[in-house]
């Protein structure tokens, strides 16, 4: 188990360093090419939009031939939209990148769920955790990485080369699966899984409850979250007139105390706690710093406002991620943590679609204080899930 763990540590470092390497730079990409704010982050979304179709297809792929093959296919898609992006000369061919991007996202659900089946009840909080953790990991690296590799003027970024660094990546990750991590969901295990009919995302939803108030915590958080990744480069830039470069090293604010909280932190609380007021003391926190970033008069409040987010967010997905996988069974845990990633992907869409008309109409502030709003339900949600009961 600790190889294999240790195998999906790296990969998903490497991993999502190519993805992290872009968040900051697509911003500053459409507004190069004249974008307003408000259609700037519809762009964003459509990434998720895909992936939100998507994901529980990808799911359910991993139960059915292991989580290996999904894993590579993704890989080689993700790897096909940044060599795209790269090329992008106009705004079109920015959302042609992030969609396929999208599409091909099925990565992330099929790293959990092979935590997952490595991983026994008891400790699958800290197994994901640690995954979380790496994935933080990549993130962290990747932003600073990109505005480094970008350059600090907004005007006269590079955009290629931090495309061409995440193409490589995906390459590396692609080689790690094929030749390091094994199968952890073998064709054996599969055929000695009862045969039962498959069921889709929104049916999932309905038969487990649990499954159902979870899905709709991480759909609000992640609603305010997709919010914030969003909207705070066009924030910075027009509030402190920061470049690519500033951007990535101030999302390290979030970054980094979500990694050390899923590395660490999360590991020593989840077994005296428990998942579920973990999580719920995480929405807590996260609230507390969209409250700051809304309230914010000065740069430094900006970077507490941050730091908060990033320990808030880094108690709860961890948290709420182990409670979801408790509603699952061997046979079907891809498939429900497909869906689970599903309610996420959807306010992906939403928090895009909606943050730069919020920014626009209602002055820079507002689509933090109203993050912070929708956000707040998510401690009560995460309480009165069945799931919690245990946890």
């Not at 626009?360 to 933090?368: E, N, T």
Request: glycine share 10%; charged share 10%.
């Amino acid at each position: 188990m600790r190889r294999q763990l240790a195998a999906l540590f790296l990969f998903c470092i490497i991993d999502t360093l190519g993805f992290g390497i872009l968040i900051p730079l697509v911003p500053y990409m459409a507004d190069r090419f004249g974008t307003a704010p408000q259609f700037i982050t519809p762009v964003l979304a459509s990434y998720s939009l895909c992936q939100l179709i998507a994901a529980p297809w990808w799911g359910r792929l991993s139960d059915r031939y292991g989580r290996r093959p999904i894993l590579m296919t993704s890989l080689a898609g993700a790897c096909a939209s940044y060599v795209l992006l790269g090329c992008a000369r106009n705004i079109w061919w920015l959302l042609a990148s992030r969609m396929l991007a999208g599409c091909m996202a099925g990565n992330i659900a099929a790293a959990f769920a092979y935590a997952s089946d490595v991983s026994t009840p008891a400790k699958r909080a800290a197994t994901l955790g640690l995954i979380g953790a790496a994935i933080g990991i990549g993130f962290t690296l990747g932003q600073p990485v990109g505005g480094l590799l970008a350059g600090k003027d907004a005007h006269s970024a590079n955009f290629v080369l931090p495309a061409v660094v995440s193409a490589c990546t995906s390459v590396v990750a692609i080689l790690l699966v094929r030749f390091v991590l094994p199968e952890s969901h073998t064709a054996e295990h599969r055929r000695a899984l009862p045969d039962e009919p498959r069921r889709g995302s929104w049916r999932l939803l309905r038969e487990r409850a649990g499954l159902a108030f979870l899905a709709a915590a991480t759909l609000v958080v992640t609603y305010s979250q997709a919010i914030l990744e969003s909207i705070f480069a066009i924030f910075a830039l027009h509030r402190y007139g920061f470049g690519p470069r500033a951007v990535g090293f101030l999302l390290l604010g979030v970054a980094l105390p979500a990694l050390l909280m899923q590395g660490g932190v999360v590991r020593v609380l989840a077994p005296r706690l428990g998942e579920a007021r973990l999580a719920s003391c995480g929405v807590l926190v996260y609230v507390a710093g969209l409250v700051a970033l809304g309230t914010a008069a000065t740069l430094a409040v900006t970077i507490i406002g941050l730091m908060l987010c990033g320990v808030g967010l880094g108690a709860y997905n961890p948290s709420a991620f182990a409670l979801a996988s408790k509603q699952s069974r061997e046979h079907d845990r891809g498939a429900v943590l497909g869906a689970y990633v599903a309610s996420a992907s959807l306010a992906r869409v939403l928090g895009p679609l909606t943050s730069g008309s919020i920014y626009a109409l209602l002055g820079p502030a507002a689509p933090f204080l109203v993050g912070a709003c929708v956000t707040l339900p998510a401690a009560w949600l995460v309480r009165r899930s069945p799931a919690s009961a245990s946890a």
